[in-house]
Structures are given as C-alpha cells and as structure tokens.
C-alpha cells in the first residue's frame, strides 16, 4: 500500500470541518491474485499529513 500510494494520484472525495478526505485506489497483488482496492485518507485541520481512514476491495 505505500508504495501504491506514492505512484497513485488521490482524488479529493470531500472537506468538511474535520479536514480534506481524499481516496486512492490502486491494484494490491499477491500470490493469491489481484483486487483492485480504494483506500481513504484524510488530512485533518492543523495537520499536515495523511492518516488513513479506510481500505476495502472494490469493483472497476
């Protein structure tokens, strides 16, 4: 997920007085197979780096 997360562009899902939420989705790999996954973050207020907030398989 790191990785996927430095070469994926996020998408701003929303702000509200919590902060900027934002979604990345990319493809996880493993020896099992592949799911497409859509993790979220947000940056809150006063704050100046992402915390994850949610990671789940998701359809194209």
Sequence with gaps: MLQAI???DAVIYKQDRYGVHYDIKF???TEAGSSLILSSWIIRQNE???RLTNA???NK
């Design 48 to 50: 100046t780096f992402p």
């Design 6 to 8: 430095k070469e994926q």
């Design 56 to 58: 789940y398989p998701v």
């Design 27 to 29: 493809l996880l790999s």
